[in-house]
Each structure stands twice: as C-alpha cells, then as structure tokens.
T-cell receptor, first 110, second 113 residues
C-alpha cells in the first residue's frame, strides 16, 4: 500500500519555529510536495523537493531524505495567519498525481 | 480566469440522484486532476487528464464515478446514484504539463442525504 504519516496536530506560539515531519511509503517516488490549506479553503502549494537536502522559500523550508523516506516542513517566525492544515504529498508517478498525507493541523497561539 | 474555478460551491442531493460537478482550469493548463477530501482527511486522488484524455483513472472509487474533459479545458465529474459515503469536498486542480505545482480550485462540497 501507499501511506504518508504526519502528526495530526501541532501547537506553537507566535514568533517560534515549528517542524512538521512526514514519512512516506509509496510504490513510486518522484518528489515530495507541501501544501497549506486554511479551513474551508483551497490547498496552496508551498514547496517541492525532488532531491535530498533543504529547499528554502522565505519563512518556509522543506527537507527531504530519500534514503530515509522522510521529509519535513520548517516554518520560522510563526504568524497567526500560519494557523492552517499542512499536507505532505508524494508525486507518485509520471502523471504527477499526488498522494497526500492526512495532514497536520497547526495552531499558532499568541 | 485568474485561477481554477469550480461549480457549484455546494450541492445537497438525495441518495440515488445523479450529480455533475464542474471544473474550469487555468487557461493553458493541460493537466487537470480531481481529488476528494472527506471531513478532516487528506486529499484522495480520483482521476488525471492530459488534454482531453484520461491516462490515469485509478482513483475512481466505483463505476458510479466518471469524468470527461472537453476542448482541453472544462471538466465534469459525474456521480451516478449517489450514496451517503460520497459526501465530501471534491477538489479540482490544474497544472502546466510536467510541472510539480498544482493549482487547486475552491472545491464543491457535496452532501448526500
């Protein structure tokens, strides 16, 4: 089967740093993406890793270790607006279809 | 348009009825995807279109589900003889060919009574 594991909930305070982990077990692997979804909203793309290492985009960074089937999303200088669900997703094949994790609900507290 | 649009935004139907959900992708995006999101869950892949053809239908849960795309643009997801377990948010996404970023629409919330 195919599965992606993420913590269900994470709580942090404004200004802090939080890391959301994702471990995956899939039949194919072409890359790991992260999406943000505010309550009732459309998922929006945050980052993509095809190769091992760290990708940085502003306050957000994403890491991938293909040998460990593991990745994480790092959010720095947390803001209240970062409260949302975060999904990791594996690009599972040449069609670019995404296999999503169950999501991590991040609550940022003042 | 500026982004992916979907209609209707909400649909309430009775068990056994057929429903049609529409997706208008971003202009020029030849790849189109349908996903389903149940309450508090991740997104579940349903079907992928490249142009008007669907090379990957592996996520369609049963033969009650079908989809088509015309003119390389608008797509319609049809659910026949709806069941209560079909209740979910149906999300459409589009992307440029080969691109890893998918742009999602706001979804259609389907409730089957």
């Amino acid at each position: 089967g195919q599965s992606l594991e993420q913590p269900s909930e994470v709580t942090a305070v404004e200004g802090a740093i939080v890391q959301i982990n994702c471990t995956y077990q899939t039949s194919g692997f072409y890359g790991l993406s992260w999406y943000q979804q505010h309550d009732g909203g459309a998922p929006t793309f945050l980052s993509y890793n095809a190769l091992d290492g760290l990708e940085e985009t502003g306050r957000f960074s994403s890491f991938l270790s293909r040998s460990d089937s593991y990745g994480y999303l790092l959010l720095q200088e947390l803001q209240m607006k970062d409260s949302a669900s975060y999904f990791c997703a594996v690009r599972g094949g040449a069609t670019n279809k995404l296999i999503f994790g169950t999501g991590t609900l991040l609550a940022v507290q003042p | 348009g500026a982004g992916v649009s979907q209609s209707p935004s909400n649909k309430v139907t009775e068990k056994g009825k057929d429903v049609e959900l529409r997706c208008d992708p971003i202009s020029g995006h030849t790849a189109l995807y349908w996903y389903r999101q149940s309450l508090g869950q991740g997104l579940e892949f349903l079907i992928y279109f490249q142009g008007n053809s669907a090379p990957d239908k592996s996520g369609l849960p049963s033969d009650r589900f079908s989809a088509e795309r015309t003119g390389g643009s608008v797509s319609t997801l049809t659910i026949q003889r709806t069941q209560q377990e079909d209740s979910a948010v149906y999300l459409c996404a589009s992307s440029l060919p080969g691109a890893h970023e998918q742009f999602f629409g706001p979804g259609t919330r389907l409730t089957v009574l």
